[in-house]
């Protein structure tokens, strides 16, 4: 072991190697195996590697590229990854960094720079794009007149301000005087063929080193390289055990408590992370487009039937603009031309209509491999689905749980219920033994305290009550003495309190310190988690001024905004603060990362 760790040495600090050193010395065989395999599957899913955040990266003046990534749900940091990989594969030195890690000071002595970003919102910066956002728009930003660079950005066209941050990063440092290196990318939900397009420009633009040595040459012992690696495009099978209808008969809502079983997968998670699960469209759905417009599914297209391709590779149930567009144009319908050309009224349609919808509503009759080839070129690839994760490890081993309420809407022909893909099939397709595919999602920016004494306020009204379930079963596990404070909310209290028993629970053994309950429909007047926060208003200022940790999850468009408007206000009311001073208070405890989001 000890000729093993001097060989990878250059590799650690010396503190480091000492750590290691002391950690190792007392472990039998068997546990040196599982901590081995522990830290592969770690590795694997990018936990505790360079440019992760919670690690300090140390400024690289020899780096030849220097690649800064933002990620709100983790598809900018696996490309981000992978770029740096394939340039270090060509002789690049690199250095690969959250931006929220990075010190923007250092621009100043970049020469080459490739950023990779997504847009979270209405077109804000993700959370650990924020302080670099900043600097970069403020006066103290340097000129870059000696700095060449690319952008990719990441979003989602379905909102208005598409890209939004990958477009104001290039347009503000071109501004600063740097010069492009290759023309900036916009990526869509479908991500992948658009970014290896732009990989593949950058890498070839890229000034290479004189010497050809990549950053941290040498040889790298592997600790288990028989650990399976799961990911995006690598999912693992787990079984279904449970799914679980959590609300009341007449509730308005089905939500669902789905247990799966991670096996021999040796998947690992924290709380805060999310699960990604693919999910292939129900055969019924496929059948129905296929009679509506007209199509034989056993057309071919590029060899393959067009029912599989419908089935298992394109979007159906998610509508985006320029398929709604491109729909008009087809059906030669001036009305939906309308709702195609108006944004506020698309983003509604959008959300209250599937594919079906508008091949029922605005008819198209399409015929022949050609028809069908028009059919595929207005969808997007099918893509997984992301769900935090609504347990911790600690509890339950080799499960994950997750939350899933059932997204549906009536069609218009009698019976046409229209069902989300994998809300759908959780709550009508599968049963217990059913294979589904998922990997895990680190969300590195919604984390426990490391300090198990802070105590933490957590708002997940709705299903964003799920990572806190994951917070609570983790800070129970551990013994943690910090307090623990939780706001729910949901329409009414015996149909829709959800995971009740557990909470009462807790409050009864004293592991959820405070619990506010906002139940809307109960009373004449509408009562929302965001007016439970304004009644508690200096209670929570209090706890925010002893060091308490902020957490908000659920909907992203109308109760994340106006719980965030309540902080406001409390802050000015029981803080004694100014408007401006209030908005740097909040954006204080965001630098810090004691408030910290996960909306959808």
């Not at 690598?234 to 008969?249: D, E, F, W």
Request: glycine fraction near 10%; charge should be negative.
């Amino acid at each position: 072991m000890l000729k093993a760790l001097e060989a990878g040495a250059a590799l650690l600090a010396p503190e480091q190697i000492q750590t290691l050193r002391t950690l190792t010395a007392g472990l039998s065989p068997v546990q040196a195996a599982w901590i081995s395999g522990y830290l592969a599957a770690v590795a694997e899913q990018g936990e505790g590697t360079l440019g992760q955040p919670g690690v300090a990266v140390p400024p690289s003046s020899s780096a030849a590229l220097t690649i800064l990534y933002a990620s709100q749900t983790g598809n900018t940091r696996g490309l981000a990854k992978a770029l740096a990989a394939k340039a270090e594969s060509e002789g690049l030195r690199v250095q690969l960094c959250t931006m929220g890690q990075y010190k923007p000071k250092q621009l100043k002595g970049e020469r080459q720079l490739l950023l990779l970003t997504s847009t979270h919102g209405e077109g804000d910066p993700p959370d650990d794009a924020l302080a670099f956002h900043k600097f970069l728009f403020s006066s103290r930003a340097p000129r870059l007149e000696g700095l060449r660079y690319s952008v990719l950005a990441l979003g989602d066209s379905s909102y208005d301000r598409f890209c939004q941050t990958g477009r104001e990063f290039d347009n503000r440092l071109q501004e600063l005087g740097a010069t492009r290196l290759a023309e900036r990318v916009e990526c869509d939900v479908d991500f992948e063929q658009a970014a290896a397009g732009w990989q593949s420009a950058v890498l070839a633009r890229v000034e290479k080193t004189p010497d050809g040595v990549t950053q941290g040459g040498g040889q790298v012992v592997p600790f288990a390289a028989s650990v399976p690696s799961y990911s995006r495009t690598h999912p693992y099978h787990a079984t279904l055990l449970v799914s679980q209808k959590i609300t009341g008969r007449d509730s308005t809502k089905d939500v669902r408590h789905v247990e799966l079983d991670l096996g021999d997968s040796g998947l690992r998670y924290q709380p805060g992370d999310a699960l990604g699960v693919w999910m292939e469209n129900d055969p019924a759905l496929v059948s129905a487009l296929l009679a509506a417009t007209g199509l034989d599914g056993d057309i071919a297209v590029e060899g393959i039937p067009l029912a599989t391709r419908l089935e298992k590779e394109q979007e159906l149930t998610l509508l985006h603009p320029a398929l709604v567009q491109g729909w008009a144009a087809l059906a030669q319908s001036e009305a939906l031309r309308q709702i195609g050309a108006d944004g506020p009224t698309l983003r509604d349609f959008m959300r209250s209509h599937q594919l079906l919808d508008l091949a029922e509503a605005y008819p198209v009759t399409l015929s022949g491999p050609e028809g069908a080839r028009t059919l595929l070129g207005l969808l997007r690839k099918l893509t997984p689905r992301l769900y935090s994760i609504a347990s911790s490890q600690s509890e339950v081993e080799q499960e994950v749980h997750l939350t899933v309420a059932l997204v549906h809407h009536n069609g218009r022909a009698e019976g046409g219920e229209r069902l989300g893909t994998v809300s759908g099939a959780f709550a009508r397709r599968l049963g217990e033994g059913a294979e589904v595919r998922v990997y895990v999602e680190p969300n590195e920016h919604f984390r426990l305290p490391a300090d198990d004494q802070t105590p933490i306020i957590m708002i997940g009204p709705g299903t964003g009550i799920a990572p806190f379930r994951a917070f609570l079963q983790e800070r129970d596990a551990r013994g943690a003495q910090g307090e623990n404070w939780l706001f729910f909310g949901n329409p009414h209290f015996t149909d829709d309190f959800l995971y009740q028993s557990e909470w009462q629970d807790y409050v009864r053994r004293g592991v959820l310190t405070r619990i506010d309950l906002a139940f809307s429909r109960d009373q004449p007047e509408k009562i929302y988690v965001q007016d439970r926060i304004r009644e508690r208003g200096a209670e929570i200022f209090a706890w925010l001024e002893r060091g308490a940790h902020l957490y908000l999850c659920g909907e992203m468009r109308r109760m994340a905004r106006d719980v965030e408007q309540a902080l406001h206000e409390l802050i000015v009311e029981h803080g004694g603060r100014s408007e401006t001073e209030a908005d740097s208070y909040l954006e204080a405890l965001r630098e810090a990362q004691r408030f910290q989001k996960d909306v959808y």
